[in-house]
Antibody
Framework: QVQLQESGPGLVKPSETLSLTCTVTGGSITSDYWTWIRQPPGRGLEWIGNMFYSGGTNYNPSLKSRVTISGDPSKNQFSLRLTSVTVADTAVYFC???????WGQGILVTVSS | IVLTQSPGTLSLSPGERATLSCRASQSVDSNYLAWYQQKPGQAPRLLIYGASYRATGIPDKFSGSGSGTDFTLTISRLEPEDFAVYYCQYYIGSPRTFGQGTKVEIK
């Protein structure tokens, strides 16, 4: 059974970089593709992007200039990097296998000074 | 592709049938239409993929249908654990898109 777990700081200052890691167990990030999705408090789901380890990445155009998703197969982890954050980036961030067959529990990241 | 879900909130009693709608801004490939359930404080759970196929472990009270621009999630008889928010998703191309959600609440 594939399991995912997000980790990273829960508080980031405006203009700084948000960095999160998703650790995968029960599956390999070199197979399938892996996704980041976020959900602002009280709102709906927003697709951030995905990573095909052997085949590149796709990003939401609304975030593309600030987002990088990458993988580390030695640790079976994939990561999200979002630069120049603002309060609008405050959200629960989820990692998922493919488009959502399996999800992490989510991590709340607050952008505040 | 923009997905519009209706209604925004559905107030029903346990035992009743729930019918949720997801309308696409243009015709989509039904092979890539999914439905998720999300309860407060939890990650979404995949219910339906390919418009009508139940995900592993999903009970048959959940069913999906539709094609083209109109898709429906039906919950045949609501149980207390079914009161939640439901999202549709189109999962081909980039960016992937979600509907804004339908909240099914206890009447």
């Amino acid at each position: 059974q594939v399991q995912l777990q997000e980790s990273g700081p829960g508080l980031v200052k405006p203009s700084e970089t948000l960095s999160l890691t998703c650790t995968v167990t029960g599956g390999s990030i070199t197979s399938d593709y892996w996704t980041w999705i976020r959900q602002p408090p009280g709102r709906g789901l927003e697709w951030i992007g995905n990573m095909f380890y052997s085949g590149g990445t796709n990003y939401n155009p609304s975030l593309k200039s600030r987002v990088t998703i990458s993988g580390d197969p030695s640790k079976n982890q994939f990561s999200l990097r979002l630069t120049s954050v603002t309060v609008a980036d405050t959200a629960v961030y989820f990692c998922a296998r493919k488009d959502g067959t399996h999800w992490g529990q989510g991590i709340l990241v607050t952008v505040s000074s | 592709i923009v997905l519009t879900q209706s209604p925004g909130t559905l107030s029903l009693s346990p035992g009743e049938r729930a019918t949720l709608s997801c309308r696409a801004s243009q015709s989509v490939d039904s092979n890539y239409l999914a439905w998720y359930q999300q309860k407060p404080g939890q990650a979404p759970r995949l219910l339906i993929y390919g418009a009508s196929y139940r995900a592993t472990g999903i009970p048959d009270k959940f069913s999906g249908s539709g094609s083209g621009t109109d898709f429906t999630l039906t919950i045949s008889r609501l149980e207390p654990e079914d009161f939640a928010v439901y999202y549709c998703q189109y999962y081909i191309g980039s960016p992937r898109t979600f509907g804004q959600g339908t909240k099914v609440e206890i009447k």
